[in-house]
């Protein structure tokens, strides 16, 4: 009797090992290749995009604002720092479609030769980086279009003299290569690509640009951003305008990142005055080293129509 239970026990030792080995793989895959959370905790950094989206069926409510300069000519205790003016608002609604698809939609004071712009937008995250670094960074692609709906001026040879629809459009596109290095601190490059019908003469229609921006996580919700981009304006461009008194400044802005729950709130300081990347690129009049900076403030609010809160990550 002993001897064949010993036998039985025997027969089935290699289908133990053998099931204890595929449990041993099962767990081990499922351990790999796990996505890396809060790359950013926000679908924006502070004026351009991150490689973030939306989770499917979740709506963002989005308001945007920046005030006046802090100093300056304009700026000081005659303005309260700024916090009298306002230099551009944006209010809009973004939808996730799919996890890695989302859109949205929204509406701008505009600062810059055109106002009352009116937005649409499409993200899709290409990549998504990985704990094993089998897939070693985050790759969103954004493109958007905004077309401006105030009055045409009188003078044909104004930059705002619209012939027709067309000359109010305006397009971007950019792609957004982010990698979070360990728990605290994520680095992203933001080549991009805007295009405006109507430009003032001597300015560019189609103008490239390179963003760089960093994330320095201080504690579980809180993290320090930081985002510059540099315009490749031509210098026949750069001379003409500064012979008319006009010069150009490349976009800087640092701020504070705070998450709670279904809110992302963003405080900025930044010399763009202008919210949309067709204005806020090729536009910036002001400068750091002149007082002629603002404060802002980003409010996100995050709503799921169905299925699992994804923010809560």
Known sequence: MKSIIFLLLGSGLPFVCLAQSDLSNLFENIATHQPVLNTYKGTRIIMGQSTETLGKRELDFRVDHRFGDLGGEFGGIKTFFGTDNSTDIRIGLEYGITDKLMVGLGRSKGSGLESQLVDGLVKYKLLTQTTDNHVPLSLAVFGSMNVTCMSSAEDKTSPVYFEDGTDRLNYVLQTVIGRKLGDRLTLSLS??????????????????????????????????????????????SKDYFEANGIKFYNPLGVGIEIETGGHVFHINFTNSTAIQESQFIPETHSSWLQGQFRWGFNISRRFTLGGKKTWKK
């Open 191 to 236: 080549p991009t690509y805007v295009h405006r019908n109507k430009v003032a003469y001597m300015d560019m229609n189609n103008m490239f640009a390179l963003g760089a921006a960093g994330r320095l996580k201080i504690s579980k919700r809180v993290g320090f951003i930081v985002e510059y981009f540099y315009p490749f304006r031509s210098q026949e």
